[in-house]
Nanobody, 123 residues
Framework: QVQLVESGGGLVQAGGSLRLSCAAS????????MGWYRQAPGKERELVAT???????NYADSVKARFTISRDNAKNTLYLQMNSLKPEDTAVYYC?????????????????WGQGTQVTVSS
């Protein structure tokens, strides 16, 4: 099992910056990839950025060149550096972890989610 706790959200003016953190605990050795998702009012949850254990990253087009996803060397903390924030970035941001586990000889994949942290960008 993996537990995820996000922090770093808040209220910021357009053009400002925030850094979100996601602390992972539990069986973190089983994590194969992590990512950030967000859900704005009245919209479905969407992918923001992902990073695999090999270091491969992927970003939504709307945040490219503005957001940076990273992990620490222990692979137990995920970060999202958000620069040049826009009002349309306002959403609840969720941390996600994908875990691959060998159970009774078979590979099983599980996904875990944090509780979310609110990011509000005012104009």
């Amino acid at each position: 099992q993996v537990q995820l706790v996000e922090s770093g959200g808040g209220l910021v003016q357009a053009g400002g910056s925030l850094r979100l953190s996601c602390a992972a605990s539990g069986d973190t050795i089983d994590i194969s990839a992590m990512g950030w998702y967000r859900q704005a009012p009245g919209k479905e949850r969407e992918l923001v950025a992902t990073i695999t254990n090999s270091g491969s990253t992927n970003y939504a087009d709307s945040v490219k060149a503005r957001f940076t996803i990273s992990r620490d060397n222990a692979k137990n903390t995920l970060y999202l550096q958000m620069n040049s924030l826009k009002p349309e970035d306002t959403a609840v941001y969720y941390c996600n972890a994908e875990c691959d586990v060998i159970y009774l000889g078979d590979m099983e994949t599980y996904e875990y989610w944090g509780q979310g942290t609110q990011v509000t960008v005012s104009s």
